[in-house]
């Protein structure tokens, strides 16, 4: 997997890369809106794992957060990229995107390994993120906790709140 795509954090020029990349992944009511995506990648690049694919240059998908103290997820991590705290001790998940042709071969499963490296190396306590009761199985075997659901109701869904360690 490594030898096909280089992990390394997004450059402000790929944001809207990332947006349409969102808009694949993630229907309407739950995607990233395109502006709030720029607010969020000026404010935690370091924080955007993006695969690129070697052999076309071509973004493949990403991984991307917020650092905060809090140890619960909330709706507005989703669009005030202004809660993002540098020193946070915890990052909030925002996403996980891969393209569809992508997708079965493990790269979600490496950027998710990478990017606990990655922050356990920054001195983080927990990663949290939010997902589908369809998605609850997927994350378990990346090794998060199903902590049930959460307070969150982003995109008028009900949503699983799980956590990890880096």
């Known amino acids: ?27 309407p009511n739950e995607a990233c809106s395109r502006a709030d995506m720029k607010k969020r990648i000026m404010a935690a690049a370091d924080l955007f794992l993006v695969a690129i694919d070697r052999e076309t240059g071509r973004m493949a998908g990403f991984l991307n957060g917020i650092a905060t103290d809090e140890d619960r997820f909330r709706d507005e991590f989703f669009t005030d990229a202004g809660i993002h705290d540098p020193n946070g001790r915890n990052v909030m998940l925002l996403g996980l995107d891969v393209l569809p042709e992508y997708r079965r071969h493990g790269l979600a499963g490496e950027l998710v390994k990478e990017y606990r490296r990655r922050e356990k190396d920054r001195g983080r306590s927990r990663l949290f993120l939010t997902c589908l009761e369809d998605k609850v199985d997927m994350y378990l075997g990346f090794g998060f906790r199903d902590l049930g659901l959460s307070a969150s109701e982003w995109g008028g869904e009900s949503w699983h709140e799980m956590d990890i360690t880096p």
Do not use: G, Q, T, V
């Open 1 to 27: 997997m490594k030898d096909k795509f280089d992990l390394r954090s997004i450059r402000p020029e790929e944001a809207d890369e990332a947006a349409d990349i969102e808009e694949i992944c993630f229907p």
